[in-house]
C-alpha cells in the first residue's frame, strides 16, 4: 500500500483491540499501529502501561521493580472498573485501538470492533522477548510469566464467571463443557502469530483486515 493513500481505515470497523500474553508482542503492534492510524484520527491505549502506573503511584508494587505484576495487586472493583471502561468506551467510541490481557474478552457482542490476538509459537522467544525488555535471567522471565498467567486467571475466572457464560457461552462461540479461555481464537476477529511475521507484517496483516472485511 503506498504510505500517500488515505483509505477509510474505519469503513467495517470502528474500533480495535489487542490482547495476547506476555511476549508476544501486543504493545508492540500497538505502537506500530498508532503510527501508521494517527492521521486517521486513531488514539492508543495501553492497559498494563496504565495499571503498572496506578500501582506504582498508590505503592501497590516497588517504584522499580523491573518485572511486570500480576493483576493480584489490585482490588476487584478496580479491576472491574477498567475493564468495563473499555467495554464502554468501544461502545460509545470510534478509532480506538486498546491493548490489554482483557481488551478482546470484554469487546465480545459489541458490532466493530477488530478484535485481534497475539500469539508467538515459540515460547523461547517470547521469554527472550521479556529477558530483553525487563532486564532479566531467562528463569526469573519464565517465573514471572507463568506466575502472571496462573494468578490473573485464577482471578478473571472468578471474576467474569458470569459475563462468560453470557458473552461466549450462550452465544455459541465455546460450550458449557469448555475451559475458560479468555485468549482462545474462537473469540477474536484475527489472530497473529509473532513467531512468523515481523513487526512490519503484523501491521500490514491488521492494515488489510481493516480494508478487506
Known amino acids: 500500500m503506498n504510505q500517500m493513500e488515505s483509505p477509510n481505515f474505519s469503513r467495517y470497523y470502528r474500533n480495535i483491540t489487542i490482547s495476547g500474553l506476555p511476549g508476544s508482542g501486543s504493545t508492540t503492534l500497538l505502537l506500530g499501529l498508532k503510527k501508521k492510524l494517527q492521521f486517521e484520527g486513531w488514539k492508543g491505549f495501553n492497559g498494563g502501561e496504565f495499571m503498572r502506573a496506578y500501582a506504582k503511584e498508590k505503592g501497590l508494587v516497588p517504584l522499580k521493580g523491573a518485572l511486570h505484576h500480576n493483576a493480584s495487586s489490585y482490588e476487584d472493583d478496580f479491576d472491574r472498573q477498567v475493564d468495563f471502561g473499555m467495554r464502554t468506551r ?4 470510534n478509532k480506538w485501538i486498546l491493548e490489554s490481557w482483557l481488551s478482546g474478552f470484554m469487546a465480545q457482542g459489541i ?3 477488530l478484535k485481534i490476538l497475539m500469539t508467538c509459537s515459540d515460547k523461547a522467544v517470547r521469554i527472550d522477548r521479556i529477558v530483553n525488555r525487563d532486564g532479566v ?3 526469573a522471565a519464565l517465573q514471572n510469566m507463568n506466575e502472571r498467567y496462573q494468578k490473573n486467571l485464577t482471578k478473571w475466572k472468578r471474576m467474569y ?3 462468560w457464560q453470557k458473552w461466549v457461552v450462550e452465544t455459541g462461540k ?3 463443557t469448555d475451559a ?8 477474536y476477529d ?3 502469530d509473532t513467531y512468523s ?3 512490519q507484517q503484523s501491521v500490514q496483516a491488521v492494515l488489510d483486515a481493516l480494508q478487506n472485511k
Not at 468501544?90 to 467510541?93: G, S
Not at 475458560?180 to 473469540?187: C, E, G, R, T, V
Open 197 to 199: 511475521l515481523n513487526k
Open 137 to 139: 535471567s531467562a528463569e
Open 174 to 176: 465455546m460450550k458449557q
Open 90 to 93: 468501544l461502545e460509545a467510541e
Open 161 to 163: 464467571h458470569d459475563v
Open 180 to 187: 475458560i479461555d479468555f485468549w482462545h481464537p474462537n473469540l
Open 111 to 113: 458490532p466493530g470492533v
Open 190 to 192: 484475527l489472530v497473529i
